[in-house]
């Protein structure tokens, strides 16, 4: 009996797919950063004492629904801790 799967699937390769960014939820933005919602949203409010140019700004992606691009907010995290050591 012939292998269906072998048959029909196409040979493509992982690392020629594109990459999708992960996107991250405000819970799970909170829970790596350890920053309530109010301070983070603060810190995307220019109008705010908290305000934080460096931070990284959410990703509408439908009507009441954002979210945060995970390596955008890495690389913030990354960036602090650089910051403390020198």
Do not use: C
């Not at 992960?22 to 305000?51: A, E």
């Not at 700004?57 to 602090?80: F, N, P, T, Y």
Request: proline share 5%; glycine share 2%.
């Amino acid at each position: 009996m012939e292998n269906l799967n072998t048959s029909t699937q196409k040979n493509t390769s992982i690392s020629s797919m594109p990459q999708i960014p992960r996107m991250l939820p405000l819970k799970q933005v909170i829970h790596y950063t350890g920053l309530s919602s109010t301070t983070i949203y603060d810190m995307l409010d220019k109008k705010s004492n908290r305000y934080d140019s460096t931070f990284p700004v959410q990703v509408k992606l439908s009507k009441g629904r954002v979210a945060w691009i995970e390596s955008e907010v890495a690389q913030w995290i990354e960036d602090k801790i650089a910051a403390r050591i020198h």
